[in-house]
C-alpha cells in the first residue's frame, strides 16, 4: 500500500493554499474551456484526479475552488458547466479523507440550490446531495460502501454487491490488443488481501482525522494480518448504526471508531494514543471481469451466475443467523439441563430448511448450467409464505460493451431475449439492478462525411450521438476511441515494464461511478420474409441502422456513393434505376400520423437509420432514403412502422446494424416497427379469468415500447 503521508499541519497547510488553488483553478478553467478539443479535456480531468490521489491534501484546495465555480456558474447561468463540476466535486470528495465541516457545509448549500435548475441537472444535484449529506453525518461512509460494493467484501452489514463485465466485440478486437486491454483492466485490480485494511484505514482517518496517526495504523493494520477481518465488521457496523441513525448518532459514531482505533493499536503493541499525520488511501478501481463476446449466450450466462452468487451468499447468510440463533438456544437449554433431544431434533430441522447444506451440494451445481441452476434456485429458495431478505434487488451488474455500432446491435438483441425471458420468470429482475455502459471502439477510420451511408463506413454513429448529447460523454469516453487501438503498440513497446498503464482502467471506474444517466434508444423489430422459407418470418432486432441492398444493382449504388462524396453527378442517364418496391408506412409529422397505401418506387438500395443526425429531434422515429440514380426516385421518409416488398421476381440482402454477421439474403419483405416491451405483450396477450380482467387492465400503463438505455453523465430527459 502507498505509505506517503500528508501532514497535519494547519499553518504551513494555509501558507500554501494559494499556491495550490491557483494551480487548481487553472486546471478547471482549461477542461471548462470551449476552444479546448474532447480528448484534451478528458487527460486533463484525469491529471486532476491523479493530483489529489498523489496529494491528498489538494483536496480541499481543489473542493474549495469547485465549489467557488458552482456558484459563479449559479449567479451567471452558464449551464454547460454543470454537469463537469458536479460529477468532478463529487468525486474528488469520495477520494478524500478529510474535508472541513464550513467546507461540506457549503458544498451542501450549493448542491441545495441547484435543485431548483431543470432536468437533468436537478436529478444529479439530489443524488450528489443525498451523498454529501451522508458523507457529513458520517465521515468515510462513501469511500467504504463503494469499495465493499465494488469488490464484494463479505459482512453482515452491507450486503450490497456489484459486478463488472466488460464485452469485447471479437470483430474489433484482434487477439494481440485483446491481450493488451485484458492487461490494463485486469493488473490494475488491487489485491485482495488489502482492501480490508484499505476501507479500515480510510474510514478511521475520515471519522478521527487528528485524533488518528495514518502511518502508525497502516504498520499496526499490516502486522495483524487475519485479524483484521474483526475490526473490518465492527467498522462496517459503526458506519451502517450511523447511517441509520442520522445526526443523533454522529457522537456515538466518533466514540465508536475511537474504541476501534485504540484497540487496533493496542493489539500491535502501538500507543493507542497516537496522534499525527494521514496516510494516502486511494480509491481502488473495481473488479472487473474482461470478456471476448464471441457466444451471444455468454452475457445471459453470467447474469444468472452472478445472481445465483448473490443469492447463495445472502440465504446463507440467514440461515447463518438462525443457526447461531439456535447455538445460543442450546447453551442456554443446557445451561438448566433440560430440553436436550428436544434441542437436537429442532437443529436437524433447521439442517434439513436449508438446502444449502444438503441437496446443493458443489459438484451437483457444477454440472449443470446457468439457468438450470436458476430454476432450481427458484424452488428450494424461500416460499411465498417466507420473506425474501430485505438486501434483495439492490445488487448491480454494470455491463460495459467495447466496440462500434455492431456490438450495440447484438446488445439490443441480446437485451430482447433477456426482457423475454424475465417477462415469462423473474429471475434476475427480482434481484439484480442491470446498468448498461458504452465504450466506443472501432477497427476502421472514422469518417465525419454525413453523407456516409455505406455499411462498411462510420460505424460509430451511436457514439457520435452520445457525444452530441452529452459533451462530458465526448471528453471522457469517445475520446478513448482513438485511443484504446493504440494499445496492442504502446504494451509490445513497453513489454518489460511491470507497471501497468491506469488510464484507462482509471476512466472506466469513472464512468462507472459517475455515468447513471441513461439515454434511451428505441428498440426495432424487423420480420423478414425469406424466398422458399415456409412458416413465420424471421423476427430480428436493431438499434441503430438496417441496409437492404439488391445484388443486381450493387455496383450502381457503389458508383452513386461515390458520385456523392465527390459532390458531383454525372450527366449520362441510365436506362434502369433500380428495383421496384412497394411500401406501406406511417408518416410521421407534427399533424396526426397519416398511413400512405400502395406507394411503389425504384430504387437500387435502401438505408434506413434510427440516429438522427441532430440531438434535439430525438430517438423515436426512422429515416429511410432509397437510393436511385433518378433524383425523382431519390425518396427520403420519416416514420416509425413500414414494410417494404419486391415486386418483380427478385430478392435483397438485409443488413443489421452495419454487421456482416447478422445478414439475411433472398429476403422478399421486409416489416419494421418499434420493439415492444415483451412485458407488455405478455399482459395484452395472456387470457384471464373473470376475477384477472381488472390485473389485465393494467398493461395500458406499461412502458409498450422496449428502449436500450445506455448510460452517460447527462442523459436525456424524455
Given at each position: 500500500m502507498n505509505k506517503e503521508t500528508t501532514p497535519w499541519n494547519p499553518p504551513a497547510a494555509a501558507s500554501m493554499s494559494s499556491a495550490v488553488e491557483a494551480s487548481m483553478y487553472n486546471s478547471i478553467q482549461a477542461i471548462l474551456r470551449q476552444a479546448a478539443s474532447s480528448c484534451s479535456k478528458g487527460m486533463l480531468r484525469w491529471t486532476l484526479h491523479k493530483k489529489v490521489e498523489t496529494h491528498p491534501s489538494n483536496s480541499v484546495s481543489l473542493v474549495n475552488v469547485l465549489v467557488k465555480e458552482l456558484e459563479k456558474v449559479e449567479r451567471l447561468d452558464y449551464k454547460m458547466h454543470v454537469i463537469p463540476l458536479l460529477h468532478t466535486l463529487n468525486y474528488v470528495?469520495?477520494?478524500?479523507?478529510?474535508?472541513?465541516?464550513?467546507?461540506?457545509?457549503?458544498?451542501?448549500?450549493?448542491?441545495?440550490?441547484?435543485l431548483t435548475l431543470p432536468e437533468p441537472y436537478c436529478t444529479i444535484a439530489l443524488r450528489y446531495t443525498r451523498s454529501i449529506k451522508m458523507e457529513q453525518i458520517t465521515p468515510g461512509a462513501l469511500y467504504q460502501r463503494r469499495v465493499i460494493a465494488e469488490q464484494s467484501l463479505r459482512n453482515k452489514h452491507f450486503p450490497h454487491q456489484e459486478k463488472v463485465f466488460v464485452f469485447a466485440d471479437p470483430a474489433v478486437f484482434s487477439g494481440s490488443l485483446w491481450q493488451a486491454v485484458r492487461a490494463d483492466l485486469v493488473l490494475a485490480s488491487p489485491q485482495s488481501d488489502t482492501l480490508a485494511r484499505r476501507v479500515l484505514l480510510h474510514t478511521l482517518q475520515a471519522g478521527l482525522v487528528k485524533a488518528c496517526h495514518g502511518p502508525i495504523l497502516t504498520q499496526a493494520l499490516e502486522d495483524l494480518g487475519e485479524d483484521v477481518e474483526q475490526y473490518f465488521q465492527e467498522v462496517v457496523l459503526a458506519v451502517e448504526q450511523s447511517i441509520e441513525n442520522?445526526?443523533?448518532?454522529?457522537?456515538?459514531?466518533?466514540?465508536?471508531?475511537?474504541?476501534?482505533?485504540?484497540?487496533?493499536?493496542?493489539?500491535?503493541?502501538?500507543?493507542?494514543?497516537?496522534?499525527?499525520?494521514?496516510?494516502?488511501?486511494?480509491?481502488?478501481?473495481?473488479?472487473?471481469?474482461?470478456?471476448?463476446?464471441?457466444?451471444?449466450?455468454?452475457?445471459?450466462?453470467?447474469?444468472?451466475?452472478?445472481?445465483?452468487?448473490?443469492?447463495?451468499?445472502?440465504?446463507?447468510?440467514?440461515?447463518?443467523?438462525?443457526?447461531?440463533?439456535?447455538?445460543?438456544?442450546?447453551?442456554?437449554?443446557l445451561s438448566v439441563d433440560s430440553g436436550i433431544e428436544k434441542d437436537l431434533s429442532d437443529m436437524e430441522e433447521r439442517e434439513q430448511r436449508n438446502p444449502f447444506t444438503r441437496s446443493w451440494s458443489p459438484c451437483f451445481r457444477g454440472r449443470m448450467k446457468p439457468e438450470d441452476k436458476m430454476a432450481q434456485e427458484n424452488i428450494k429458495g424461500p416460499t411465498s409464505s417466507t420473506p425474501l431478505p430485505k438486501e434483495e434487488g439492490n445488487h448491480t451488474a454494470r455491463i460495459v460493451m467495447m466496440g462500434d455500432d455492431r456490438v450495440l446491435g447484438r446488445l439490443a438483441k441480446a437485451y430482447h431475449s433477456i426482457r423475454k425471458r424475465e417477462a415469462k420468470h423473474l429471475i434476475l429482475t427480482k434481484r439484480v439492478n442491470l446498468q448498461i455502459y458504452y465504450i466506443p471502439v472501432t477497427d476502421e477510420p472514422i469518417v465525419n462525411s454525413p453523407e456516409?451511408?455505406?455499411?462498411?463506413?462510420?460505424?460509430?454513429?451511436?457514439?457520435s450521438f452520445l457525444g452530441r448529447v452529452d459533451p462530458w460523454y465526448e471528453s471522457n469516453?469517445?475520446?478513448?476511441?482513438?485511443?484504446?487501438?493504440?494499445?496492442?503498440?504502446?504494451?509490445?513497446?513497453?513489454?518489460?515494464?511491470?507497471?501497468?498503464?491506469?488510464?484507462?482502467?482509471?476512466?472506466?471506474?469513472?464512468?462507472?461511478?459517475?455515468?447513471?444517466?441513461?439515454?434511451?434508444?428505441?428498440?426495432?423489430?424487423?420480420?423478414?420474409?425469406?424466398?422458399?422459407?415456409?412458416?413465420?418470418?424471421?423476427?430480428?432486432?436493431?438499434?441503430?441502422?438496417?441496409?437492404?441492398?439488391?445484388?443486381?444493382?450493387?455496383?450502381?449504388?457503389?458508383?452513386?456513393?461515390q458520385e456523392r462524396s465527390s459532390r458531383r453527378r454525372t450527366?449520362?442517364?441510365?436506362?434502369?434505376?433500380?428495383?421496384?418496391?412497394?411500401?406501406?408506412?406511417?408518416?410521421?409529422?407534427?399533424?396526426?400520423?397519416?398511413?400512405?397505401?400502395?406507394?411503389?418506387?425504384?430504387?437500387?438500395?435502401?438505408?434506413?437509420?434510427?440516429?438522427?443526425?441532430?440531438?434535439?429531434?430525438?430517438?423515436?422515429?426512422?429515416?429511410?432514403?432509397?437510393?436511385?440514380?433518378?433524383?425523382?426516385?431519390?425518396?427520403?421518409?420519416?416514420?416509425?412502422?413500414?414494410?417494404?416488398?419486391?415486386?418483380?421476381?427478385?430478392?435483397?440482402?438485409?443488413?443489421?446494424?452495419?454487421?456482416?454477421?447478422?445478414?439475411?439474403?433472398?429476403?422478399?419483405?421486409?416489416?419494421?416497427?418499434?420493439?415492444?416491451?415483451?412485458?407488455?405483450?405478455?399482459?395484452?396477450?395472456?387470457?384471464?379469468?373473470?376475477?384477472?380482467?381488472?390485473?389485465?387492465?393494467?398493461?395500458?400503463?406499461?412502458?409498450?415500447?422496449?428502449?436500450?438505455?445506455?448510460?452517460?453523465?447527462?442523459?436525456?430527459?424524455?
Open positions: 470528495i469520495i477520494q478524500s479523507s478529510h474535508i472541513p465541516c464550513n467546507l461540506f457545509q457549503r458544498v451542501y448549500e450549493c448542491f441545495k440550490r441547484l442520522g445526526e443523533a448518532g454522529r457522537d456515538q459514531y466518533q466514540t465508536k471508531l475511537q474504541h476501534i482505533y485504540s484497540d487496533i493499536l493496542t493489539s500491535a503493541n502501538q500507543d493507542p494514543k497516537a496522534r499525527g499525520s494521514l496516510s494516502n488511501t486511494p480509491l481502488p478501481s473495481p473488479e472487473i471481469h474482461f470478456h471476448l463476446w464471441t457466444n451471444e449466450e455468454e452475457l445471459w450466462n453470467e447474469l444468472v451466475n452472478f445472481t445465483l452468487n448473490v443469492s447463495t451468499s445472502e440465504r446463507n447468510s440467514m440461515y447463518q443467523e438462525e443457526e447461531e440463533e439456535d447455538v445460543s438456544k442450546r447453551v442456554s437449554l456516409s451511408t455505406s455499411q462498411v463506413g462510420d460505424r460509430l454513429s451511436l457514439a469516453i469517445n475520446s478513448l476511441g482513438a485511443m484504446i487501438p493504440k494499445l496492442a503498440g504502446t504494451q509490445s513497446s513497453h513489454s518489460r515494464s511491470s507497471e501497468p498503464n491506469h488510464f484507462l482502467v482509471d476512466v472506466l471506474s469513472y464512468y462507472l461511478r459517475c455515468g447513471l444517466q441513461p439515454v434511451h434508444f428505441t428498440l426495432y423489430s424487423v420480420k423478414i420474409s425469406v424466398s422458399g422459407q415456409t412458416g413465420s418470418p424471421v423476427d430480428e432486432v436493431f438499434v441503430s441502422h438496417l441496409d437492404a441492398e439488391f445484388p443486381e444493382f450493387k455496383t450502381l449504388r457503389e458508383n452513386l456513393r450527366r449520362k442517364t441510365l436506362g434502369t434505376c433500380g428495383a421496384v418496391v412497394s411500401m406501406n408506412y406511417s408518416k410521421v409529422s407534427l399533424s396526426k400520423q397519416e398511413v400512405v397505401q400502395g406507394r411503389s418506387v425504384m430504387t437500387c438500395g435502401v438505408v434506413i437509420s434510427a440516429i438522427s443526425p441532430n440531438e434535439t429531434e430525438g430517438l423515436d422515429f426512422l429515416t429511410v432514403n432509397f437510393d436511385s440514380t433518378n433524383p425523382r426516385c431519390c425518396t427520403e421518409i420519416r416514420t416509425q412502422n413500414i414494410k417494404i416488398r419486391i415486386l418483380e421476381d427478385k430478392t435483397f440482402t438485409v443488413c443489421l446494424d452495419k454487421d456482416c454477421r447478422r445478414k439475411y439474403t433472398h429476403v422478399q419483405s421486409i416489416e419494421i416497427s418499434p420493439c415492444l416491451d415483451p412485458g407488455y405483450c405478455l399482459q395484452t396477450s395472456s387470457k384471464f379469468s373473470v376475477g384477472e380482467e381488472r390485473e389485465a387492465g393494467l398493461s395500458k400503463y406499461m412502458c409498450k415500447i422496449l428502449p436500450l438505455p445506455i448510460n452517460t453523465f447527462t442523459g436525456i430527459n424524455h
